[in-house]
């Protein structure tokens, strides 16, 4: 049987770039050299920008043959978040980074000094440097672009512009992290980085390769120098398509197109702080209408519609700035007139409350209402204390991903740090402790908070099994359900199951809870 256990690993490889080129000698002496890449053709898409990056010294080759001369650049090779900032620093802080006295220390690492200068500047903003060493990401690259356009104060896109380049993007609803929007917009408004597929996706979780780095720092040096005005782009950042299917313009989504009052459409955002009416605010589509009759037993029609509503806009019902107990007070909330006693309404919210995970669904009756009845509505919350710190933790096992990966693929990776990480014994465990030993309870939160994280719907089962209490997960991969079970992946077996074949292993009959079931109705309508 094939095991996780023997899932090859991804082997990463990493370029160390010669911290020599930071002194203003050494780039003068790349200035006088000639480009002679040996593996840089000049029928290579990236050559004119790799050679100019080379000539103003903010990049080196990877190789040099004394007795031949040759020098290799590698510019499919990837790069750490540590390279690419040093590519930017020495090509835009050069005087800060000759300056910084960071890496004097013995011990100190090869990029103290990049370091340095990019916490003073602020430009991991939006993420920490704690992986340096790790391969950057497009998300990441966006981020630090766009700190470095509003660090040297160049004229941003405006909205308009920002609208638009939202429209190219073709996979922008599926940027579930908001702090990574703003910068990917105004980076392709401004033409320093194009769409990496045919359908102009961005394909963020994608690495930055040292082809591409050298022309994302031709582009950048040609806005600052601008001041701002839109480059038009010589050749794209990645190989071209031999044919490029432009997308369709895509309507512009409520998080950008806030409506004027404080009593716009459910799903929307307003202007201004919303007060939540019934007569306003209830569910506008009728989800429940298509659940099960078993499910739509079980569930009150308002309340089963509000949370549907509400997974549906969970990216936009809470955001960066609110990501505290309080949720976003300017969505229009998909309201329900609440009653703790109505055991359909209980059965609702206590099923989008088992999602809970790397943040938290629940029912509240305490946002602003101008009804003299209790208004209920779903929410979602994230503590963004806890989320900052599980980010670090996720950040390099999402690193992994690839454009194109499906769900089964990326939940492979995911129970593969999972196994590496933590030890099947006695005691308790979760991603920010710094205990690595627990049993089945603790495999079945930590796989619900890393697939929640990557925007894969999961919730803890369990059931008696052996004669004995079990817990793992199901979770909606690739629009199927299936258990997860990190215990049996520890154990050599298949970590993500169907029912039957849960069953087969552990030799019993499961049972679905009506909990399940609503979990997974209420998951189904809000994905698809």
């Not at 602020?122 to 790790?134: I, P």
Request: net charge negative; hydrophobic share 35%.
């Amino acid at each position: 049987m094939k095991t996780l256990k023997n899932i090859l690993k991804i082997k990463t490889f990493i370029v160390l770039i010669s911290m020599m080129t930071l002194t203003a000698l050494y780039a003068g002496v790349f200035a006088s050299s000639p480009t002679a890449f040996k593996d840089v053709p000049a029928s290579y898409w990236g050559y004119k920008n790799i050679q100019r990056a080379y000539t103003d010294g903010v990049v080196s080759g990877t190789d040099y043959n004394e007795k031949t001369g040759e020098r290799n650049f590698s510019p499919e090779a990837k790069l750490t978040m540590a390279q690419f900032t040093t590519i930017l620093t020495r090509a835009f802080y050069a005087d800060e980074l000759a300056a910084s006295t960071a890496g004097n220390e013995p011990d100190a690492k090869w990029y103290a000094a990049t370091q340095d200068v990019c916490e003073k500047r602020g430009l991991t903003k939006g993420f920490s440097f704690y992986n340096a060493e790790v391969e950057s990401s497009r998300y990441q690259m966006a981020t630090i672009i766009y700190n470095i356009l509003v660090d040297k104060g160049v004229t941003l896109p405006a909205d308009a512009e920002l609208t638009a380049a939202q429209a190219k993007i073709g996979d922008w609803d599926r940027i579930s992290e908001e702090r990574y929007r703003k910068p990917i917009a105004t980076v392709v408004a401004m033409g320093i980085i194009t769409g990496k597929d045919s359908s102009g996706g961005f394909v963020g979780a994608d690495y930055v390769t040292r082809a591409e780095a050298a022309t994302i720092y031709c582009r950048l040096a040609d806005v600052i120098n601008a001041g701002g005005s839109v480059q038009k782009p010589e050749q794209p950042v990645e190989k071209p398509e031999e044919s490029v299917v432009k997308p369709e313009p895509k309507p512009e989504i409520p998080v950008e197109t806030p409506v004027t009052g404080n009593s716009g459409a459910v799903g929307t955002l307003s202007d201004t702080p919303v007060t939540l009416s019934l007569s306003t605010h209830k569910p506008v589509v009728d989800y429940w209408s298509k659940a099960p009759a078993d499910v739509q037993a079980l569930t009150e029609r308002n309340v089963f519609n509000a949370a549907v509503q509400t997974m549906k806009d969970k990216d936009i019902e809470v955001f960066e700035s609110s990501r505290q107990v309080k949720n976003n007070e300017y969505y229009n909330y998909a309201c329900f007139e609440y009653n703790s006693d109505n055991s359909k309404q209980v059965n609702v919210t206590g099923a989008v409350f088992a999602l809970n995970g790397y943040g938290g669904y629940g029912a509240s009756n305490n946002l602003s209402n101008a009804d003299s009845k209790t208004i209920g509505v779903i929410t979602y919350t994230q503590n963004s204390g806890q989320k900052a710190k599980l980010d670090e933790v996720f950040a390099p096992i999402f690193a992994q991903f690839r454009s194109g990966m499906s769900d089964k693929e990326k939940a492979e990776i995911m129970l593969k740090a999972i196994t590496d990480r933590f030890e099947y014994g006695s005691g308790t465990f979760d991603w920010l402790s710094e205990n690595r030993v627990g049993d089945c309870d603790n495999y079945a939160v930590v796989v619900r908070s890393i697939f929640n994280a990557a925007g894969i719907p999961t919730t803890v089962a369990s059931s008696q099994v052996y004669n004995g209490h079990h817990m793992w997960n199901q979770a909606y991969l690739d629009g199927e359900w299936y258990f997860v079970d990190a215990t049996c992946a520890e154990y050599g077996y298949e970590g993500v199951m169907t029912i039957a074949e849960h069953e087969k292993i552990y030799k019993y009959s499961y049972n679905m809870t009506g909990e399940c079931k609503i979990i997974r109705t209420l998951v189904e309508a809000a994905y698809n």
